[in-house]
Structure formats: structure tokens, C-alpha cells
């Protein structure tokens, strides 16, 4: 595999934890600005 390879995998690990770790500090409410900033800010 190539670095870009592994660097995109870590990426995508790094964004699913800080999702989970979002939805455990706020309520799983999507009209809740803290949690949709957390979920943004994963997903990206």
C-alpha cells in the first residue's frame, strides 16, 4: 500500500472516533449545535 493509501485509512478512523466521541459528550439530537459541529467536523 502506499503512504496516500494509509493516510486516507487513518483519515476515515480518525473521523468515525471523533463522530462516536461526539455523539457520547452531546445528545443524539440533529437539530443540536454541538452535535452537528462534532458530526461535521468527523465527517470531513
Same mark, same amino acid.
Given at each position: 500500500m502506499?503512504?496516500?493509501? %494509509?493516510? =486516507?485509512?487513518?483519515?476515515?478512523? !480518525?473521523?468515525?472516533?471523533?463522530? %462516536?466521541w =461526539?455523539?457520547?459528550?452531546?445528545? !443524539?439530537?440533529?437539530?443540536?449545535?454541538?452535535?452537528?459541529s462534532?458530526?461535521?467536523?468527523?465527517?470531513?
Amino acid at each position: 500500500m502506499s503512504g496516500l493509501t %494509509i493516510l =486516507g485509512y487513518v483519515l476515515v478512523a !480518525l473521523g468515525v472516533i471523533v463522530s %462516536i466521541w =461526539g455523539s457520547a459528550q452531546f445528545p !443524539l439530537n440533529l437539530m443540536n449545535r454541538n452535535f452537528m459541529s462534532f458530526l461535521v467536523g468527523g465527517l470531513v
